[in-house]
């Protein structure tokens, strides 16, 4: 007992922050990330804290010794107060940044020039954290355009643009390919100077449909001129026994058989085959003995129910054709619906007693 408790706390020392640091690595933001929404929150604080004056304090001597509210110390110690606290998602790394550029922000809100914008200067300028729209990599290149002097075709990014990473690259959009991103991915299909998907049926196509394919998809086959679904159950059934087959558009699925069944044909009760022991197959359905007994009264019954009433007609028949025919019909309809909703049919209980005679007097 003790070793499995040695060993479950030596697995939680070593796994544990192994998990927490791939956590932390898959919500880090880089370092142009960071610094931009650093700038937004104290775009935000700006834009909240610009009034007519301090609140507080010896706002006169405020204005007059030093300076105007607006570019003030103590405007800019509240904004500082408040940086990051408006943020749900990734404050920490907000507050990191504000550590990292507090030396900065000072020189920059002292400067005469207050028209500079921060994220500009900051993160670009200074930090060099970030890149210029449509520039990339460690000096900011451009991105390259194709010959129409666009920048991936204008379908697709360039790879690390904004930032000071990435190679220039088209990233490009879904459906579309190639350097500048003016082709067709595969399976995609041009058509009014747009790349769309093909049918499902196709791997490759010339346009869209099933018959326009140049290829079919996987679980398709090319017939009668075009990629028509393959039955996979239509075979002999790809699933195992307790299981059965439902096809569908290129593909099929195995699914489990109810767990009275041990082999069925779909899904519920009511499509087996076969049962498990000491159960007995009636009309698709798995029953224990006492079950099927009960139903097999019931089946009786209705027997003898229908008998009683074919008799009256009968009788009707002789007196009343007009109306023994109308009363035939009903008793019709009524005998189809009590039997399309019975678990055990008159025609299966007739069978029934009819095979149990057979092998009482060993006739089969």
Not at 80 to 90: D, P, Y
Not at 290 to 315: G, I, Q, V
């Amino acid at each position: 007992m003790e070793n499995k408790i040695y060993f479950w706390i030596i697995i939680n020392i070593f796994a544990i922050p192994k998990i927490a640091r791939s956590e932390r690595n898959q919500n880090k933001l880089n370092e142009c990330q960071r610094c931009e929404i650093y700038a937004n929150s104290f775009k935000h604080w700006l834009d909240k804290t610009s009034r007519g004056k301090f609140e507080g304090g010896d706002a006169v001597w405020e204005e007059t010794k030093l300076k105007s509210y607006a570019r003030s110390e103590v405007r800019l110690v509240e904004i500082q107060e408040n940086l990051c606290s408006e943020i749900k998602k990734n404050q920490n790394q907000c507050y990191s940044q504000a550590e990292e550029a507090e030396h900065f922000i000072e020189k920059w809100w002292s400067e005469k020039d207050v028209s500079s914008d921060l994220y500009t200067w900051l993160c670009i300028d200074n930090l060099k954290y970030c890149c210029p729209k449509h520039h990339f990599g460690e000096l900011c290149d451009p991105c390259p355009v194709d010959s129409d002097s666009n920048i991936c075709g204008e379908r697709g990014i360039c790879n690390g643009e904004g930032t000071r990473s990435g190679d220039g690259s088209c990233n490009c959009y879904t459906g579309y390919s190639g350097e500048h991103c003016k082709q067709c991915a595969n399976n995609y299909f041009s058509v009014d100077n747009e790349c769309r998907p093909c049918h499902k049926a196709c791997a490759e196509c010339l346009s869209y449909g099933s018959d326009k394919c140049r290829v079919c998809a996987k679980g398709w086959e090319f017939k009668d001129g075009s990629c028509t679904d393959i039955d996979e159950c239509a075979t002999s059934s790809p699933c195992k026994s307790n299981q059965y087959c439902l096809n569908n558009d290129g593909a099929y699925a195995c699914n489990h058989c109810d767990p009275s069944c041990i082999t069925c044909l779909g899904a519920g009760p009511y499509n087996c085959t076969s049962c498990k022991p000491n159960y007995s197959l009636w009309s698709g359905r798995c029953m224990d003995e006492k079950t099927s007994n009960a139903f097999l009264l019931n089946a009786d019954k209705r027997l003898f129910l229908y008998a009683s009433l074919f008799t009256l007609m009968y009788l009707f028949y002789q007196k009343a054709k007009p109306l023994a025919v109308v009363m035939v019909a009903s008793l019709g309809i009524l005998i189809f619906k009590l039997e399309r909703v019975s678990d055990i049919t008159v025609q299966d209980a007739v069978y029934t007693h009819v095979t149990d005679f057979l092998k009482a007097n060993e006739l089969i």
